[in-house]
Every structure is written in structure tokens, then in C-alpha cells.
């Protein structure tokens, strides 16, 4: 009964492959959003949705691209993954934006 | 630009002592301030926030202490455990922002 689940946990991939990770939350929440942790440990927001629309690009590489099929998932799919983009992304959603919110266990992306 | 900045990167405390991280934002719209906590291998997880027309917050062992003049708010830990040893970021965001802006984060230590 995990609140804010995203797959896979680990992905390991060369350069220039095509990857997708996947989020779901069952917490009813309106608005979900990709956040990236570099290798220092800093928080970006990626991208944000509110009712299945994009509401935020933070001048994010057009290579990324989330898709939204429905208000419970949000799945992020990049293209020609380069080194830099080997971070750790996290999932989250909220009710509303200045309501908590909960974060998906993160998934280590690694590329080489 | 940094619009939340964290105070220390790290930091060491004793078993029993109070642990402090300060955080000063720049953007007056700022009306959500929250803490969250984050373990190894885990997302982050809220705990405890605080809005501007209060000063002081308090939830067990932590107390949100907000300065809205010098827009600067800190997080206290009492009795500092072990078990406390983890990053903490604090973060703010605005009424229709969609996102959460983090400061840098806090690499907190409690020595048994």
C-alpha cells in the first residue's frame, strides 16, 4: 500500500539509449510532479502536473518528456540519455501545491 | 540564484543536544515552509512546516522557529538521537507555484 510508487529503483544504461521510469500514487492527490537530486544531494524540480496538464518545464532538456495518461501516474521517458543525466529522480505528489508533499522511494539512474 | 539558502552543510552533534539548521529564503511570496527529512536510500519525507503568520512551530522534538522580517526560518532538534542522523532540507513555495524550491541540504550527525 505504498503512497507514491515509482519503477525501477536502479537503471543502469549507456549513452544514447531511450529510457522511461514509471510513478503511481494511490493518495488521490491532483498534482504530481518529477523532482531530480544531482550527486550533490540538490533538489530541482523537473516537471509539475496539476489534473493530468503540465503546469512546470524547468527548462528541462527537450530529451525528457513526461507523459501523464491519467491524474494517478505521471511516467518520465528521456531520449539519447547522456552521463549528465545520471542522477537520482524523484516522483512526489501533493493536494495543491502548499500541501505536503509525499516522494516516491527515488530511482538511481546511472549512465555509461 | 539561489532563492533558499541552508546553513550548515553539515553538521555533528552529541547524543541529548540540540541540533540547528537555518534556512533563508529571498522571495517575499514565499507562504509554505516545510522541513523534510531524508535517509539513505529513501525519498524525502515532510516533517513539520510551518506558515508566515506564525512564529514558532512545535511537533515532539522538533520546533520550526519562522522570522518573517529577516525571512529566515530554522529547524531545532531537542535531545538529538541517533536515529536523527539523516539529510534535511528545507523548502518554500508560493500560492500557484506548482513546485517546491529546496535549499541546498543539511548532513546531520548524532554521535551515540
Known amino acids: 500500500d505504498t503512497a507514491v510508487s515509482q519503477t525501477p529503483k536502479y537503471l543502469v544504461t549507456q549513452m544514447g539509449n531511450d529510457k522511461s521510469i514509471k510513478c503511481e500514487q494511490n493518495?488521490?492527490?491532483?498534482?504530481m510532479y518529477w523532482y531530480k537530486q544531482d550527486s550533490k544531494k540538490f533538489l530541482k524540480i523537473m516537471f509539475s502536473?496539476?489534473?493530468?496538464?503540465?503546469?512546470i518545464n524547468e527548462t528541462v532538456p527537450n530529451r525528457f518528456s513526461p507523459k501523464s495518461p491519467d491524474k494517478a501516474h505521471l511516467n518520465l521517458h528521456i531520449n539519447s540519455l547522456e552521463l549528465g543525466d545520471s542522477a537520482v529522480y524523484f516522483c512526489?505528489?501533493?493536494?495543491?501545491?502548499?500541501?505536503?508533499?509525499?516522494f516516491g522511494q527515488g530511482t538511481r539512474l546511472t549512465v555509461v | 540564484q539561489q532563492q533558499v539558502k541552508q546553513s550548515p552543510q553539515s553538521l555533528i552533534v552529541q547524543k541529548g543536544g540540540i541540533s540547528i539548521i537555518n534556512c533563508a529564503y529571498e522571495?517575499?511570496?514565499?507562504?509554505?515552509f516545510p522541513w523534510y527529512q531524508q535517509f539513505p536510500g529513501k525519498g524525502p519525507a515532510l516533517l513539520i512546516a510551518?506558515?508566515?503568520?506564525?512564529s514558532e512551530k512545535k511537533e515532539g522534538r522538533f520546533t520550526i522557529s519562522f522570522n518573517k522580517s529577516a525571512k529566515q526560518f530554522s529547524l531545532h532538534i531537542m535531545d538529538s538521537q541517533p536515529g536523527d542522523s539523516a539529510t534535511y532540507f528545507c523548502?518554500?513555495?508560493?500560492?500557484?507555484?506548482?513546485?517546491?524550491?529546496f535549499g541546498q541540504g543539511t548532513r546531520l550527525t548524532i554521535n551515540p
Open positions: 522571495n517575499t511570496a514565499f507562504d509554505y
Open positions: 523548502a518554500a513555495s508560493k500560492a500557484g507555484a506548482q513546485k517546491l524550491v
Open positions: 493518495l488521490g492527490h491532483d498534482t
Open positions: 502536473y496539476n489534473n493530468k496538464e503540465l503546469i
Open positions: 510551518i506558515r508566515p503568520d506564525v
Open positions: 512526489a505528489s501533493s493536494l495543491g501545491v502548499s500541501t505536503e508533499a509525499f
